[in-house]
């Protein structure tokens, strides 16, 4: 098992966190309002097998569309993310031989140089992590109910991201 036999729904406390998340078999979504943890999502997802683990840690950057920014600002329709993720994490499991993956997702606002999201994947080989890690943040930015609020310096609050982010932005 990966943090525990079967699939618990629940408060996660692995990563000194009090969040949503799903946990089953060799994988682990969550959604947090905290700070993550970047080194032990990686430790997580390690194993004696593995031969390589890749990771993707997307950041807040202090620029957008010619702007300065000062934050994001994350929403989810958390029930339905936990879902989507899961399931896109199973597809993962489905087409690469992987071990372990870990997709951990920061909702509310996110300084820049923090991390809003942190993706993990280890496999017995490097190439099979990292098409994994590449395919799960392709679609966790297409797919999840997750919407994305730009801060500015000049004071201007924007809805940025996917189609589906501008449609839910009221």
Same mark, same amino acid.
């Given at each position: 098992?990966?943090?525990?036999?079967?699939?618990?729904?629940?408060?996660?406390?692995?990563?000194?966190?009090?969040?949503?998340? #799903?946990? +089953?078999?060799?994988?682990?979504?969550?959604?947090?309002?905290?700070?993550?943890?970047?080194?032990?999502?990686?430790?997580?997802?390690?194993?004696?097998?593995?031969?390589?683990?890749?990771?993707?840690?997307?950041?807040?950057?202090?620029? +957008?569309?010619?702007?300065?920014?000062?934050?994001?600002?994350?929403?989810?329709?958390?029930?339905?993310?936990?879902?989507?993720?899961?399931? #896109?994490?199973?597809?993962? !499991?489905?087409?690469?031989?992987?071990?372990? #993956?870990?997709?951990?997702?920061?909702?509310?606002?996110?300084?820049?140089? !923090?991390? +809003?999201?942190?993706?993990?994947?280890?496999?017995?080989?490097?190439?099979?992590?990292?098409?994994?890690?590449?395919?799960?943040?392709?679609?966790?930015?297409?797919?999840?109910?997750?919407?994305?609020?730009?801060?500015?310096?000049?004071?201007?609050?924007?809805?940025?991201?996917?189609?589906?982010? !501008?449609?839910?932005?009221?």
């Amino acid at each position: 098992g990966f943090l525990r036999k079967g699939v618990s729904k629940g408060v996660l406390r692995t990563f000194g966190l009090a969040d949503k998340f #799903i946990v +089953s078999g060799s994988q682990m979504v969550q959604i947090t309002t905290s700070p993550i943890n970047i080194e032990l999502v990686i430790d997580s997802v390690r194993t004696p097998e593995s031969g390589g683990i890749d990771t993707f840690i997307g950041t807040t950057r202090n620029h +957008s569309k010619g702007r300065v920014v000062s934050a994001l600002e994350y929403e989810a329709y958390e029930p339905m993310a936990l879902q989507v993720m899961e399931r #896109i994490v199973e597809e993962a !499991q489905s087409r690469w031989p992987v071990q372990k #993956i870990a997709v951990i997702h920061r909702i509310g606002r996110v300084e820049v140089g !923090q991390a +809003s999201v942190v993706i993990a994947v280890s496999s017995v080989h490097r190439k099979e992590a990292f098409e994994a890690c590449r395919f799960l943040i392709d679609r966790l930015k297409e797919d999840v109910p997750i919407w994305k609020r730009e801060y500015f310096t000049d004071g201007s609050i924007e809805w940025s991201g996917q189609p589906h982010e !501008q449609a839910a932005s009221r």
